[in-house]
């Protein structure tokens, strides 16, 4: 990933450009392999730069762990992002589109998974620099069984 300084952040903002990815629209994850900005929503614009912050600032407001611990506890065997995200998306009533409630679930669910309540069972699906970047597309989980549970 590209650091930037802060004359270039400056100069995109006076160009009414995303900040992030100074008007590209791409963010590189490792060298060589690019993929959208997700700061900007890969249009490479301020003004969607800061919509896409307000609905990830959302978002993190409406979906608490309470929310998708709940909905995980409910699950029988493994589950995947989707699946978890779609239950969130029904249980709040949040039409489609409107939040970035996929990526807020992720992060949650990784957080569950750095807490051990839950553990990843799916194989990555394409790995980039080698063995050291691993690309899940939907990943599955399971919760972990405690002793006496």
């Known amino acids: 990933m590209t650091d930037h300084s802060v004359s270039e952040e400056l100069r995109a903002m006076e160009r009414d450009q995303c900040t992030a990815c100074l008007g590209t629209a791409e963010e590189e994850i490792v060298p060589g392999y690019n993929r ?11 003004r969607e730069q800061l919509i896409w912050q307000l609905a990830h600032d959302e978002a993190a407001q409406l979906i608490t762990l309470p ?3 709940d ?8 589950f995947r992002l989707s699946e978890i995200a779609d239950a969130v998306r029904a249980a709040l009533n949040l039409p489609v589109g409107r939040l970035p409630v996929g990526p807020r679930v992720r992060d949650l669910l990784l957080d569950m998974q750095a807490a051990d309540e839950i553990v990843m069972v799916s194989a ?19 919760r972990v069984r405690t002793l006496g549970a």
């Open 71 to 78: 909905l995980v506890k409910q699950t029988r065997g493994a």
């Open 67 to 69: 929310v998708v611990r």
């Open 36 to 46: 959208p900005c997700r700061a900007c929503a890969g249009t490479g614009r301020r």
């Open 124 to 142: 990555p699906d394409e790995l980039l620099e080698g063995t050291e970047v691993v690309l899940h597309r939907d990943p599955a989980w399971e």
